[in-house]
């Protein structure tokens, strides 16, 4: 963004000689000729199902009254908003417990790893990056199998007489949230590894010759200078974990469906496109309120740098 | 018919085709989703009034519209939809696994009935397993559709129910010329012929069709599931050892109290939304979904479930998984039936009612049965079946006879009156204001 902004303060402030202008000019189009393809695809992949998002929401009609028309049905918003209000709760409960516990497993293995991964540290980030290979469904299908009644895990403690025979973890919120945190790892882990990583490890050095103890230069040094990377990591998981549907539809019980699981129903199988518009248009703007709210707690410069971190 | 020696032969391939079932039966869940749920308005030709209409749609007069229900509708005309030839090829939209497979020399996957097809009448037919569910499907669908266009397809297999009932209301499929169906005239079963859905088979003709019964593991369960409420007893099935088909259970339950689903009201359906929100808080169920539940019965993880026939059928006859049984619950079971339509706008209409005859020929829809054992529409396929078994034992293969025999006396395959009588189809609903009354009952148990 600096880099840009450089560029059209240099044209602006250039000389008023005809050549110069048309340099001048060009030189003005190009940060607009560079944003342009993402601009281009962000317009017709974004925005424009945005704007078309909101105007279902808007409809009212059914699939055996011959459709959807656009009718201002406000009443969509709140209806959907007083029935499903649990599950935005419930959604919103699961997502931060999600968050707080990726990033307590992530930091102290991404700080590992930047500061001591030595010549391994690319293995090690290859590690944590493994279960992306694997085609996220499976992923969780496979976990079904791990933590079933009597499979590998549950199977042997209970073989062991360390479980009771009718203990179990599928079909249970600690199932559904064990799920997420660990399919949304590696969004915690990279960030955080990012910002680890550019951490001059001389700065800490300083401050032990300055006999800091060893948790006051992680305190006072690490922690400051690695908050972006805790932002976006916060951001990249907790905003997307709230809309996940496949943990809760995999391995989920009753009372553990989650808002993207309502409107996965209400879009493919209710077939009742204003309501999960209006959902989506709820659930956007619940995230992008509580991102902002975050950021302003943090400050929008940590922000700015995370972003760029990332 | 190496081919079937070779799959029933084989164990490596019994094997694959556990893993094809598997899928099979987690594809499927979100359709018979929608058989169960019957957000289907099934027109105003369903339940009473009926036969009227279906009269209407068995000639197949372009004429005599009367709003929603099973009669043509006046837009299209059936002369003028099947004029000409047939064209060189015709796409045909099915689910996965829903139809006879084989390999040729080379290891190329093959469809042994289509290649027959082919050679009759020089007419290709490009397959592809695309539905994996009928609102998914019909969303790819729906503005295509709606724009008028050409949806690439010529035969689509949609189950009965809302969706169904949505292609016929917006005139998104065409009428089928019922002078083009002579093997199916002969041939089709009873159930198949006239469904109360689709009067006179105006719009679709049965490609399976299936029943939504209980399925278990006798190996987790306190003796023998046989009725609806064993499901809420955790004396019997166990705490969070239950698995229910959401789309599925409001049907299922009612008719379990005796309530005939298609005669239903709103007091009805908040009777058995009581059941199913007792069964609930008796802490027995542990999921509410539409797939997989087979490969959970098979791990242990559910003692009981609401299943599909042909899947627990299909462990039960070919994989030899001794502990899991298919139960016809003492009350009732659901019935549903997958249907081939020609939706608006196909190019080769008259190809397509070629194809969909030729699956009516009891040869044709054998080789389909032995395959996919679901409950055939060609009643005439058992015999057939038995005949195989007997070929197969004067080959020397004893258990591939053994099974096929067991698949010809299976009554979910070759169900009797008195079995059919006992099954019904679910509630067909009529309006948008029904269909949302419906869901604001019976969704808060599975969603909550």
């Known amino acids: 963004m600096a880099e840009e902004e450089s560029v059209v303060g240099g044209a602006a402030s250039g000389g008023p000689t005809s050549g110069r202008r048309t340099l001048g000019r060009r030189r003005r189009l190009v940060p607009y000729g560079l944003l342009s393809p993402g601009g281009g695809y962000l317009v017709v992949f974004f925005l424009l199902p945005l704007v078309l998002m909101i105007y279902t929401s808007l409809q009212s009609g059914g699939l055996l ?52 991964g030595g010549k391994w540290k690319s293995s090690l980030l290859l590690m944590i990056l493994m279960p992306f290979f694997v085609s996220f469904v499976i992923r969780t299908l496979q976990w079904k199998f791990i933590l079933g009644d009597n499979g590998p895990v549950l199977g042997t403690l209970k073989g062991f007489g360390l479980l009771p025979d009718d203990f179990r973890v599928l079909a249970t919120a600690v199932a559904v949230v064990a799920g997420i945190t660990y399919n949304f790892l590696p969004f915690t882990a990279l960030p955080l590894y990012v910002a680890l990583e550019r951490i001059d490890k001389a700065l800490v050095e300083a401050a032990k010759d300055l006999y800091a103890s060893r948790w006051q230069a992680f305190r006072k040094v690490v922690w400051p200078l690695s908050l972006p990377g805790v932002f976006a990591a916060f951001l990249l998981t907790f905003v997307p974990a709230t809309g996940d549907y496949v943990n809760a539809a995999l391995l989920g019980g009753p009372g553990t469906r989650m808002i993207g699981n ?36 943090l400050g929008t410069e940590e922000a700015t740098r995370a972003a760029a971190a990332v | 018919m190496d081919d079937r020696q070779y799959r029933i032969g084989d164990r490596r391939m019994n094997e694959i085709m556990r893993r094809r079932l598997t899928r099979r039966s987690m594809l499927k869940g979100a359709g018979m989703g929608v058989a169960g749920f019957s957000l289907a308005s099934f027109l105003a030709a369903c339940g009473g009034d009926g036969n009227g209409t279906g009269g209407g749609g068995g000639n197949g007069g372009a004429t005599g519209a009367t709003g929603a229900t099973g009669a043509v509708p006046s837009g299209f005309d059936i002369a003028e939809i099947y004029a000409g030839e047939p064209g060189s090829s015709v796409n045909f939209a099915n689910w996965p696994f829903y139809l006879d497979q084989s390999k040729d020399e080379t290891g190329q996957v093959y469809n042994p009935s289509l290649a027959l097809f082919k050679e009759q009448t020089g007419i290709d037919v490009n397959y592809e397993d695309v539905i994996n569910s009928n609102e998914e499907f019909f969303g790819r669908l729906r503005p295509v559709l709606e724009a008028g266009d050409s949806t690439g397809w010529d035969i689509i297999v949609i189950t009965n129910g809302r969706i169904f009932t949505a292609l016929a209301l917006n005139e998104w499929v065409y009428p089928l010329d019922p002078s083009r169906r002579p093997n199916f005239d002969a041939n089709a079963a009873s159930w198949a012929k006239d469904p109360f859905y689709d009067p006179g088979n105006t719009y679709g003709m049965a490609w399976q069709s299936g029943i939504t019964g209980i399925g278990y593991n006798s190996d987790l369960t306190n003796g023998p599931i046989t009725k609806l409420d064993d499901l809420a007893n955790p004396d019997k099935v166990g705490q969070g050892m239950v698995f229910m088909l959401t789309y599925d259970m409001p049907d299922f339950v009612m008719i379990n109290l005796g309530i005939d689903p298609k005669t239903s009201g709103p007091d009805e359906w908040k009777e058995a939304a009581a059941w199913l929100q007792m069964q609930r808080d008796s802490g027995t169920v542990r999921t509410y979904g539409g797939n997989e539940y087979l490969q959970e019965l098979q791990n242990g993880n559910l003692s009981a479930c609401m299943a599909w026939s042909g899947d627990v059928l299909y462990s039960n006859i070919w994989l030899l998984y001794d502990t899991l049984e298919f139960v016809f619950p003492e009350d009732g079971a659901l019935l549903w039936i997958d249907n081939m339509m020609i939706p608006a706008g196909a190019e080769n209409p008259v190809g397509a009612m070629q194809v969909m005859d030729f699956y009516y020929d009891p040869e044709v829809a054998t080789m389909v049965t032995e395959w996919v054992l679901y409950m055939s529409p060609v009643t005439a396929t058992r015999e057939l079946i038995l005949r195989d078994a007997d070929t197969a034992e004067e080959e020397g293969a004893r258990g591939r006879a053994n099974k096929l025999r067991a698949t010809a006396d299976s009554p979910y395959l070759y169900p009797d009156e008195e079995f059919l009588s006992r099954t019904s189809f679910g509630r067909a609903l009529e309006t948008d204001e029904e269909a949302a009354e419906w869901d604001a009952i019976f969704l808060p148990i599975s969603q909550g």
Do not use: C
């Open chain 1, 65 to 116: 009254s011959g459709g959807f028309s656009f009718t201002w049905d406000w009443r969509n918003y709140s209806s959907v908003l007083s029935r499903y209000e649990a599950h935005f709760i419930r959604s919103i409960a699961y997502s931060l417990i999600v968050t707080f516990v990726a990033l307590l497993l992530a930091y102290p293995m991404t700080y590992w790893i930047a500061f001591y």
């Open chain 1, 262 to 297: 309502i409107i996965q129903d209400k879009f493919l199988t209710e077939n009742n496109y204003p309501e999960a518009a209006a959902l989506s248009v709820i659930l956007m703007i619940a995230m992008v309120i509580l991102a902002s709210v975050y950021a302003r707690i």
